[in-house]
Nanobody, 120 residues
Framework: VQLQASGGGLVQAGDSLRLSCAAVGHTFSDYAVGWLRQAPGKERELVAT????????KHTDSVKGRFTISRDNAKNTVYLTMNSLTPEDTAVYYCAVDSYNYNFIRPNYWGQGTLVTVSS
């Protein structure tokens, strides 16, 4: 499964962005998908996931109430809508797929990452 992440960019604190993760050449509606991020000098962290039934979960307290994960199977795309961005959200954001499990447990396919930079 080839994944293409897009939508990153440079924004100001308080702005919004929507990241997209598109599967190319493969239908991934049956797969669990996750968004992860890695900030400079920090370990990669799991931000949000959505299972094959479209049930979302968030895994980072700092994004609760601000980030929403969703999927449009007709477009073969998963989104991460990010509101009220802060400089602490600055990171490379990756999408990944777990094609073996109903929920996102152990990703086996990764996108290339998209950089989000939030200025204060």
């Amino acid at each position: 499964v080839q994944l293409q992440a897009s939508g990153g960019g440079l924004v100001q604190a308080g702005d919004s962005l929507r990241l997209s993760c598109a599967a190319v050449g493969h239908t991934f509606s049956d797969y669990a998908v996750g968004w992860l991020r890695q900030a400079p000098g920090k370990e990669r962290e799991l931000v949000a996931t959505i299972n094959s039934r479209g049930e979302p979960s968030k895994h980072t307290d700092s994004v609760k109430g601000r980030f929403t994960i969703s999927r449009d199977n007709a477009k073969n795309t998963v989104y991460l809508t990010m509101n009220s961005l802060t400089p602490e959200d600055t990171a490379v954001y990756y999408c990944a797929v777990d094609s073996y499990n109903y929920n996102f447990i152990r990703p086996n396919y990764w996108g290339q990452g998209t950089l989000v930079t939030v200025s204060s």
